[in-house]
């Protein structure tokens, strides 16, 4: 399986699933979280994750540390989706 590539493809279709929604919206799978919590968790770990790779970390990355790691107040379904991008731009 090609996990690079199923990871960005579930991360388009998340992207087009929030362009809409309401960041207040319960997420059932997630109990006691909302939407806007769940985005901020993806963009986070999409950053965090292209990160280690394009610096080459042989350390663990603290996730508090990640650069650009806190979403805007305002539009944070654009700030985790333009997360894909930076692991878009790592290539295979």
Known sequence: MDFRAALLDQTRDFGELIRSADPSTPVPTCPDWTLRQ???????????????????????????????????ALRPPVWTIRSLRELEALGP
């Open 38 to 72: 769940l985005l901020r968790h993806v963009g986070r770990g999409n950053r965090w994750a292209a990160q280690i790779i394009a610096d080459r970390r042989t350390e663990p990355l603290d996730p508090r540390d990640v650069r650009d790691g806190k979403p805007p």
